[in-house]
């Protein structure tokens, strides 16, 4: 089933959730409602001298490596100064890691960069099991950091 058809079907299911269904979430939902992913670290608005920690989290969610296919989880990306994908990127992998996006397929939840100094924007992005963001994405707020 394509993906339009899917959220056309689960737009029909949510529609009769008037029918008694109320509460009960969609197979076809991206992920759970209360799902958020954010930075532990750094602050927005950090100033950093050096190299920058970077930990995630997730909650409502769990996390699981590249290749895994179980309910309600995925793996951290990390994308530096550039936009979260949209529109038809939404249905491809994202791409691989360069000076613009960090894959942790293996599950792993925080890093360290060795940013250029200057200011840089970090945003996380949840990926599937294939690296495919969910549509919509889960993405996270996206935070300004300032290297020294």
Sequence with gaps: M?????????????????????????????????????????????????????KFGLSGMGVAPAGV???NTGHHHLLIDIDAPSGEKLSQSIPPTDAHVRHFGGGQTETTLDLPPGKHTL??????????????????????IEVK
């Design 2 to 54: 394509s993906k339009i058809a899917r959220s056309a079907f689960a737009a029909a299911f949510v529609g009769l959730s008037g029918l008694g269904f109320a509460g009960v979430a969609s197979a076809e939902s991206p992920w759970p409602a209360n799902a958020k992913i954010y930075f532990i670290e750094p602050a927005n608005g950090a100033v950093i001298n050096g190299k920058v920690t970077v």
């Design 69 to 71: 296919e179980k309910p």
């Design 123 to 144: 945003q996380l992005i949840l990926g599937d099991s294939a690296h495919v963001p969910h549509d919509p994405p889960l993405v996270s707020e996206k935070i300004t």
